[in-house]
């Protein structure tokens, strides 16, 4: 199935916000504007894109501490995401959880996270609220390779296999856990394999190709909603860039980042489009001018806007407050 | 009515009350081993209690999605032992998510945590580990010592729109007492005075309190008062009860059943230092478990359990 | 393959001795001689005989809280065993351990376990050790159906499996995890399938078969030796009692467990071993007689053994004693 | 040389010296995040640094399996607040284990603590957690806060025979310092007095025996002279020389980085209460994290990490 000429452009655009917004992130942090821990997602827009696009919009996501594709594809708003990662007050989380743990509930984005796997264990219990509520909608827990091999993996699947939940887990297969290679994390060497030790469907895809992942959850998106039960989705992508900024990436070599440029996501949709005659020069040209307007604007306003009060450091935790404790 | 029994009132109206509420654990439709959750599965249906495959996880890491999202879910633990399997959803997740996101989503769960010696359940079923959560800033903590605030602090924990540990000692599940027709909530922060007495205030909670009860009859044999306090929920922690009673004895005994060293009988005897350092007539005297863990042979077990004898050692100590 | 007579003849005493002795155990607990969460192993006899006869006295066990069954197979002293359990002095653990936390490190025993399947990421650390010391030595965990839901299961095997290590994961699967039917625990319904995700050897065998078991994990443990790497055997057995001493189970019905002893392992080989004339009524008597007179004595012993001091409580921490702390 | 250096001295030295060490981890070989096991895959061979998958229940456990049957294991937890991913490891095996099974057993484990706020790590990448090992009976606890100590107390870890944790400040590897040549062992359970002074004893760990020093200069000019005690270990804890402090000064403030409630710091002031509750001359003062998890921004997370100014404020209290 393809989708409709229309929606390929929204998948164009949508995978070249991530891209920009990344890069635009990424300046900001090499320039001392953004603090903390940065991971950043270049190079595998076509997950987090593909994902989203085949979800509704009050469907959920559960992400991972590379994250801020899977909110800009989920829609989330760029202003409250850039202010987020500058700290600042009127960032989506009052600049208390940062990169690694920002969350947008008014787009179903249910969080970053810094412990890995973490949103494997979330994911059911999204999905029995689902099931209460009776909404039909579904919820995906994205985790990485390296995750892939913390026991809540195991769990998670296990218990939304046995309750047939509508969940589907997307695994960002990026090659690499850090300095760790994928070969020598995970014996067998196939993630998408581990589904059918838990009778739940498994594939193994191109997520460096938005349509075959934008398929795959469609499908597995589908099978949710029918109440049959979630799935497994191993995409294959590269991560362009360093495990986190700054990181010298001393365990790869630079082809394999040159070949992994060759696969580019955006180029290869925006090829696509251009051969179907859906894209011409100066329409590809508006778009990309709309999205550096749009980050524009998210830096404007997260530069405008101020730091939280030191103080403000004490709320938010609890919805009852306050106590003297 | 009994402790264990209690508690399945408060589970069962608040399942009435509430469709969102539901509980998840394992082997709690047959409400094994300790019959809290017996009965539930009949009136509300398998869809609202939830019999889970042995992954602790999965379980507590599931009750936080299902809270992010709407519904408000009662972990059973099984034992409080267990919550290692589940640590990083307590500690990293569930207390975190409301602030980290700035306050946009709440995390109404509660966990229910069997736990203490007992029967020679051994190292791995008899521990106390609520010291561990009090210092986790995200997470409130209950801890009843009788049916009564048993049913009012779950009801409470249950209603409450953050996250609650529940700790339940696994030896006061057959202690009776009255249990209020009306709905008897217990608010957190309300620490109760168990018993009155002007010489001496003895901190206890749970079974502690119980024991604390017992010594306390004894040393007014030998004209010696002793107030019981009981503060029922550590976080948060209702430090007027506590240091109004302190400022009358001017001497104070803590007793809990966990090991001595960095626990939540240490960080009470501070926080009253700190509201009353200049009340005191006397140092402050602890009881609780020596520093080992929990072993299996009866009188082995019997040594690691503190009792009735030992506040009553203490509290001599302090009158003298 | 099948084992010579007199092997098999030790299989059979073997899983007589466990039989007798969980039966004389059970009695004991129930005339109040005995303390503790009490879980016996009466029907799985051929799971613990089957796995100890396929191995070295010098290879490990980790166990789980049914565990008597593999110390007594593993050649464990009936004497030390009994007394523990009766929590003396004497026991091998001193009577901290007692059922669930018992430990005989002179037979290769590392451990009963309160937390289910915390043996399967302990193994292969020791099947590191192992390869260091390059002793061609081999490590068991067992676990149950319901442990093999937990993450420790998925980490355990993966680790295992990519650093090839002498590692053999043995599920009991007797069907229950205490009162929950493992159909509705196991997404998928074998555990043995999810060796496949692994890249390993996952068997599944009719665990009453004490010579099915022997089998599965000769091979599993040549295989270990050789240092392809570790294998997974599930098991199929029955428990004939209760979870713990004093279980109603009120889960399951008569039928079960009566259908369950007619696949009694024990009279199974005492068939075979009758029907090839290795054994008649007046050797298998003395055969019986002998294990009573065994048991018989370490319950004499255990009775006649002294209860710890209660200040004992305080010793066996800390390898580097004492300290004030 | 640095912290981090004094750390990898150690850990080569102890490699060297005894073929059963081995090092275990997430990115160890390559010395990722913070570089204290680089170039010792060079050095032993990718046999003795293991490279682990993202699996911290399996390296924890996979440690004690190794180090129950003859090696001796140093994990590097990578980041401490992930320790809840390997809870039960910790808490219910490795410190169990020699006691429950009647000292059969030794478990000679080292665990590499990377813990501590900085850099908006955020909630969860900054965390003490400390609190909790201490109330686990079983495990032994260090906390260097100079080179020289980073390379005594984790050479004595790696050398015991029961396990330690060792909590090394992140904010800290890149402290400079004197590194004895020769082997310069600290045992565990000795204090060091870092600063001695006459009127306010200031007891404190890792980065907090820093900010205290800097606190003390600048008190020191107002004539206020504070003797900074670090205790280094904290199981087992050198009560002799905190006591001793106390009873010379009468005056006490407690310095740490974690959250206020349930903290190493509650428990030390209770056991300075017990060691000298009549050498006191004023309530003891406490610096403490506020009891939220740790926030991203960095006025946020200034607010929530305690300061010499904080150390300062609470000395000049009890001086009062
Ligand atoms: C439980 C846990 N362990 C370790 C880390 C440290 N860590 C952060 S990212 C990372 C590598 C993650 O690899 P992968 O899951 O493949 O995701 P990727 O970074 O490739 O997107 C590690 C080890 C962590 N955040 N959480
Ligand atoms: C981590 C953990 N969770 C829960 C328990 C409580 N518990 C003890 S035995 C048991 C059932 C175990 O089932 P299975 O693994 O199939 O072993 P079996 O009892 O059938 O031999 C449960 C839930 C435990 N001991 N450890
Ligand atoms: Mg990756
Ligand atoms: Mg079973």
Redesign the interface.
Known sequence: MTPAPDRLLAMYAGMLRVRLFEERVRELFAGGRI???LHTSVGQEAVAVGVCAALRPDD?V?STHRGHGHLVAKGGSLRGLMAELY??AN???????????????SVGY??A??????G??????????????RSGQV?VAFFGD??A???????????A??WKLPVIFVCENNRW????AHA???????IA????????PGESIDGNDVLAVWDAVTRAAARGRRGDGPSLVEAHTIRWVG??EGDPQ??RSKEEVAAGRRTDPVARLERLLRDAKVLDDAHAQRVRDGIVAEIDDAVAHAEASP??????????????YP??? | MDFGDALNKALREEMRRDPRVFCIGEDIVLGVPFGVTKGLCEEFGPERVLNAPISEAAIVGSAMGAAMTGLVPVVDMHFADFVTCAMDEVANQIAKSRYMFGGQIDCPITLRMPYGIGRSGGGHHSNSVEAWFVNIPGLKLCIPSTPADAYGLLTTAIRDPDPVLVFEHRGLYRVTGEVGDAETLVPLGSADVKRPGRDVTVIATARMVHESLAAARRLAEDGIEVEVVDPRSLVPLDRATLADSVRRTHRVVIAEEGPMRGSTGAWLAWVIMEECFDDLDAPIARVAGPNVPIPFSPPLEAFATPKAEDVEAAVRQVVK
């Open positions: 603090p903390g821990f959920y559960l700290g600042k960032g989506i989380c009052h600049g208390k959880g940062g990169t690694m743990h920002i969350a947008d509930a249910l969080g996270n810094g412990v890995l796997a973490a494997c264990v979330l994911a059911p219990g999204v999905g029995l609220s689902i099931k209460h509520r919820v390296g995750a091999n913390r026991g809540p993996f195991h769990e998670g699947v296990n218990l296999a046995l856990a850090s300095t760790s020598l994390s995970t014996a067998g060497g196939s394999a581990r589904a059918a030790g838990y009778g739940i495990h986190f001393a365990y730091l939280p009060e030191p103080h403000e450091a004490l709320t938010d935790l609890f919805a009852s106590w003297r404790d």
